[in-house]
C-alpha cells in the first residue's frame, strides 16, 4: 500500500518535474488511484499499456511513464536522513492548487490533510547549527517567515495553507506601505480605498489584513480523534501525578456551597483527542451561581474517577449575576489552569467569543511525556468548540465559536482587476469566489523557499574573518554545486530560520498574551533585519541575516 511520502512524491513529479498544473496532477492520479497505480514505482514497473487505460491520455501517459522510469534510475530531493537533536523535516516543494478547497475535476474533493501536507514547512532545532548559520536575503521575505511563524502561536486554528496567505498578506501589505513611504509609489492603498470593506479583519504582526472566511473547511492536523465516550480505565499505567483541580483549584473568593442536581447532570463533552500520546477533553455544562462551580466539579469526579488521574482539569465559567442595580446584571468569570500553563484564560477568550454564558466548561488532558507547544492550543479550542456544540444539540442553547479557517485577500490585485475592464484574472488568484483574488500559498511557500537559497558559509579555521562583510568568507575555488545540492541547501536554510524563530516564540509563549505576542513579533524581526542603505536605493537589497541574532532574543530564564 503507497504511503503519504509516495503521493507527495508522485505530485512533485508532475508538478515540479513535468510543469502539470495541480489541478490536472491530481485528477490524474485519483485516475491512477482507480487502476491501484500509486507511487513512482508502481508507474514505472507498470505496462505503458496499463498507464494509457489509467488516464486515458496517450501523449501524457506516455511522459509520465518514461519520467517515472527516469526518477528511479536517477532519484532526486534531499536525503531523509536527520542529524541527532534535529528536526528537519522533508517537505514538498512548491504546488498549485486552483481553488481553495481541494476540489478537482469530479466530486470527489482532495482531504484537507492532504492538501495541508503540501505546505508543511521544514524545521530545524539545532541550536548550534542554527547559531552558526548567516543567511544572504532581503527584508520582506524575513516579514513572512516571522508572521508565519507567529501565526502557529496567535491563530493556532488556521490551517498551514491560510498562515501562508495571511503572512503574505501582512508583506504585501507591509511592502506597500513602505514603497509610498520612500516615495516609490503614490496615493491611497486598495485598503484605503475600501476595497476591502464588509470583510472581516484580522490582525497580525501589529497590521491589520482583510480576510475571506472559507466556509466549511476544516482541518485537524495530525491529532487522532476517538469515540465521544471514553472509558474510566483510559489512563491505566498513566504515570503522571493526579490533578490538583479538587485540591488546589478553588477560587480565594469561593461562596459557600449550594444544593445541586445529581452527578448524573447534563454534561456535554468532545470527542477524546490524542497527539503524540497527550489526550485531551472538553466537558461543558450549565450552572447559573458562582457558587455551584465547586460542587458541580465534585459530582463529575464521583460519576468519572478517572478524571482525578487526569495530568490536568482547568476550567473557566461565566454566569449572568445581578448588581442590585435596578435590576441590571453582570457577566462574571472565573477559570483556573491546574498546571496547564494559560488553558483557563484560553478558555474564558473562547467562551467570551461564543457568548456562552451560565456556562461551565472543564478540559481534562492526559499529558504524553511530549510537549504539543501551540498545537495544544488548536485542539483545545476544537475540543472547546465540539463541548460547546453537543450542549447546544442537547439543550438548544446558543453557543457558537469562531475559528474559521480564512485566506488573506489580495485587495491591489482585486483593484487591479476592476481596472482592467474585460480581462481575465490569473487562476493562481482566484479562492473559489468570483472576484475574490486571494494571496495564494503556494506562491508564498515558493517565495520563501527562493528568497533564502543563498548561504553565507563561515570562514575556516585559521583563515581571516575580515575578507567579507559580517566575518564571513568566499572562497575563489568553490566548486559549483549541483541542483541537487542546491535544493537541498536551500531547504535547510528556510529549516534552519523557521527554527530558530520558533525557539524564540517557544521561549515568550508561555509568559506573553497572544496580542502582546503579535505585538512584540514585529519588533523582534526590526532587531535581526538585514541592514541596507535607506531609501529606494534600498529597495530590494540584501544583506546579512544572522540566526544566532535571532536566538539571542529569546527570554531569559529567571
Known sequence: ???????????????????????????????????????????????????????KDAKAARSLHNACKARLKNPVGPSTAKRPGSTLENTTKRSRQSNDTGFVDGPEPVAPREFEASFTLPVETDERVIADTILLTNRAPLVLAFAVELLRYTMSEQPPSSRLSLAQAVVSANSRSKAVAIGMEKGPSADEQGWGHGQPRVKVMGRE??????????????????????????????????????????????????SVGPASRSWSASQPVTLKGSTFIVRATQITEPSQRQPTMQSLFVAMPSLQSATHNAWAYRVRVPTNLFGATTIKEESFDDGETGCGDFLLKNMRDSNAIDTLVVMTRWYGGIMLGPDRWRIMRNCLKDALAERLRVTGEQAILGGEAVWGLDLEAMRNKSGSAGSTSSRSYEAGVVGMPIHRPEAAKAYLFRSFAARVERPESGVGENDTPNGASTSKTTKKKTAKALELEKEENVARLLGAIRLLYDSWADHLSTSELDRRAWGWYVAVRPDVEAGPSGWGAKGHLKLADILALRRKDG
Do not use: C, F, H
Not at 466556509?215 to 476517538?226: I, L, Q, R, S, T
Open 209 to 258: 489584513v482583510t480576510v475571506l472566511k472559507r466556509g466549511g473547511y476544516e482541518w485537524k492536523g495530525d491529532e487522532e480523534v476517538e469515540d465521544r465516550q471514553k472509558p474510566e480505565n483510559d489512563t491505566a499505567g498513566n504515570e503522571s501525578p493526579p490533578s490538583s483541580a479538587t485540591v488546589t483549584g478553588e477560587s480565594q473568593n469561593t461562596q459557600p456551597e449550594t
Open 1 to 55: 500500500m503507497a504511503s503519504q511520502q509516495d503521493l507527495q512524491e508522485l505530485i512533485r513529479l508532475m508538478t515540479i518535474g513535468m510543469r502539470v498544473p495541480m489541478k490536472d496532477a491530481l485528477g490524474r492520479i485519483k485516475e491512477l488511484q482507480a487502476k491501484n497505480l500509486r507511487s513512482i514505482q508502481q508507474i514505472a514497473e507498470s505496462s505503458l499499456s496499463d498507464v494509457t487505460a489509467a488516464i
